[in-house]
């Protein structure tokens, strides 16, 4: 059996025998398989009216607190989203009732984000199917791959510079 990555590694190998491919066996699998795995997800999310990155901040917040609150800093450092991308979606979620914003309690120029009744709702909501499209996504893989999987990929990301404090 073979996929798309079998098919361009037999081709540079061919075209250009002196160079060595293999990374491209890892890593251009990783790219095809987050492709893959980004549309799934994204088909879910607009079932329930979202992106990934709105998904993402409702997570957060939803996973952060008892609050499900977290200053704008402290949402970009716990999430996925981007700082410049962060206003704008904080933005986009109030406008549509899904988070509050309100001046902190301890910092005067500080700003709180939470997640609204609506919000939680929302993420409570949209959690279960996004955990069984990751479900069906792993489903080729018995626990002991998955296991093996993440360790791997939790390597490659600690060497990269990828570690919490």
């Not at 933005?91 to 406008?95: G, H, I, P, S, Y």
């Not at 791959?145 to 919490?164: C, F, H, N, P, Q």
């Given at each position: 059996m073979a996929d798309h990555v079998d098919l361009v590694l037999a081709q540079w190998s061919e075209q250009r025998p002196d160079l060595d491919a293999s990374p491209m066996?890892?890593?251009?699998?990783?790219?095809?398989?987050?492709?893959l795995v980004d549309t799934e997800l994204r088909r879910n999310f607009a079932a329930h009216d979202?992106?990934?990155?709105?998904?993402?901040?409702l997570a957060t917040l939803r996973r952060s607190n008892s609050e499900h609150s977290l200053t704008p800093a402290g949402l970009m450092r716990s999430s996925m989203v981007t700082?410049?991308?962060?206003?704008?979606?904080l933005?986009?979620?109030?406008?549509r009732g899904l988070v509050s914003r309100r001046p902190s309690e301890t910092d005067g120029r500080g700003v709180q984000v939470s997640l609204t009744e609506a919000g939680?709702?929302?993420?409570?909501?949209?959690?279960?199917?996004?955990?069984a499209t990751e479900e069906k996504l792993l489903a080729a893989l018995c626990p002991a791959?998955?296991?093996?999987?993440?360790?791997?990929?939790?390597?490659?990301?600690?060497?990269?510079?990828?570690?919490?404090?």
């Open positions: 066996a890892v890593l251009g699998r990783l790219k095809r398989l987050a492709q979202l992106d990934s990155a709105s998904f993402d901040v700082s410049g991308a962060i206003t704008q979606r933005d986009r979620l109030e406008a939680l709702r929302l993420i409570d909501a949209v959690l279960p199917t996004h955990l791959e998955r296991e093996a999987l993440a360790g791997t990929l939790r390597t490659v990301l600690e060497s990269l510079g990828d570690k919490t404090d």
